[in-house]
């Protein structure tokens, strides 16, 4: 799952896409993950980082992190 | 360089300073012109009304003179172009508006033997897109327009619906649609449009999307000198943008090419365009000259009316390369004050 390479993110959650001019606000952690996104990390290194860094169970993780997936696909913000 | 030797003021007439809630592009051209063209010019307002907000703005517009509507003929226009010309000496007149292009086109030859400049494209490009002529132009060219009828009775809208199939769009020979769910709607919105435009009326069919507007500049050669496209962000009830922002996408720009490579059109335009669910870039409408929303071009970094200023006057413009993609535009309204004796002046004298 890689982002689109066009898409800029700053560090307080903001997104735009500029093909299509849509904006987003996310809170800290997607922003925290669309960070590590943009930095390269593949999806099982963002786990786990999230797994170390937040008292999470990895199923609850895997139930947001599908919620995730298509909350980006949605918003057209993923390479096809 | 664009001056002559005596250090004259160039001199541009610019119509449509209507700056309302549907807003001609006037204003938003002298703003980019006075950004981009420095100091040493004069802006002589051509309107047609009194209470065209942009004859009272005299931060931009240095003198207004009224001109005949474009029902008066080319002669009239010429007439009174002749007498503003006397006194102010113009370099270049921008037309803005769609009805009276006709005939500031069948009379550049003539402003031109007197010494006054336009950039506009031939009244053979100016028909090809109209909205009469659209589909049949999208379909010679291959590029995508909503399929359509144009009508001159009712009675044809059952079949036009029949093959088109509802919701459509009903629409008038110059301005205004409605979406129509039925018949009845559809033959209401045929009566209302054909009363206030005339026919015939242009049947659509509908395409849901995302509205995108494209400005741009062609030279008259096939070359396209720059090319914007704006995503609306905030809409009017009369489907204005009052808000927008750059977008960057190669297949919009390959589109603005395209067409201006298959009308070698001269001077600015706006394609409006609706990209549907597939990706598939549709277009909506071509306006013959400059949008409203001209002023975000400045901004983006391609000073469309500037570069149209400068090739009217003879330069060879390279065209622009790069834009900020993001920049954004939001209109804004406010009330302007000013005084009777001005309202009078234009009013009984024509000037101001």
């Given at each position: 799952m890689k982002l689109k390479k066009n898409i800029a993110t700053s560090e307080n959650g903001f997104i735009f896409n500029p093909s299509t001019g849509d904006s987003f606000s996310s809170n800290p952690i997607a922003a925290e993950i669309l960070g590590l996104m943009k930095a390269g990390k593949t999806s099982p290194e963002i786990k786990q980082q999230l797994l170390e860094n937040y008292e999470v169970e990895e199923t609850q993780l895997e139930r947001d992190w599908e919620d995730w997936t298509l909350q980006l696909k949605d918003a057209n913000l993923l390479e096809q | 360089m664009l001056n002559k030797a005596t250090d004259k003021p160039l001199v541009i007439g610019v119509t449509?300073?209507?700056?309302?809630?549907?807003?001609?592009?006037g204003v938003a051209v002298i703003r980019a012109l006075r950004d981009g063209l420095g100091d040493n010019i004069r802006i002589i307002g051509l309107s047609y009304e009194s209470l065209e907000p942009g004859v009272y703005l005299h931060n931009l517009v240095d003198k207004t003179y009224q001109i005949p509507y474009p029902s008066a003929g080319a002669e009239a226009l010429v007439e009174r172009l002749q007498y503003i010309h006397d006194k102010e000496d113009i370099d270049l007149i921008i037309p803005n508006f769609d009805a009276e292009l006709y005939n500031f086109i069948k009379v550049s030859a003539q402003l031109r033997m007197i010494g006054i400049h336009t950039f506009l494209p031939t009244h053979e490009a100016l028909e090809a897109r109209d909205k009469i002529n659209l589909a049949k132009f999208g379909k010679k060219h291959n590029m995508y327009v909503p399929q359509d009828k144009v009508i001159h009775k009712a009675d044809d809208l059952k079949k036009a619906a029949e093959e088109l199939d509802y919701p459509l769009v009903v629409k008038g020979k110059y301005y205004e649609a409605y979406v129509c769910q039925n018949l009845e709607l559809a033959q209401k919105a045929f009566y209302q449009l054909s009363a206030k435009w005339g026919t015939p009326i242009i049947v659509q069919k509908l395409i849901k999307g995302t509205e995108i507007n494209i400005a741009a500049l062609g030279?008259?050669?096939?070359?396209?000198?720059s090319i914007i496209p704006m995503r609306k962000l905030y809409i009017t009830d009369k489907g204005k943008a009052w808000a927008g922002i750059t977008i960057e996408d190669a297949d919009l720009l390959d589109l603005a090419r395209q067409f201006t490579k298959a009308t070698n059109w001269r001077g600015g335009f706006e394609l409006e365009i609706m990209r549907d669910a597939s990706g598939k870039l549709y277009i909506m409408e071509v306006n013959p000259r400059f949008p409203a929303w001209i002023y975000l071009t400045a901004g983006a970094g391609q000073n469309q009316p500037a570069a149209l200023v400068k090739m009217a006057m003879g330069e060879t413009i390279e065209p622009f390369t790069e834009y900020q993609v993001g920049k954004m535009f939001i209109r804004y309204a406010w009330d302007h004050i000013t005084d009777v004796n001005e309202f009078q002046q234009l009013s009984a004298f024509g000037e101001l």
């Open positions: - | 449509a300073l209507n700056a309302v809630d549907s807003p001609g592009p030279d008259g050669n096939g070359n396209c000198i």
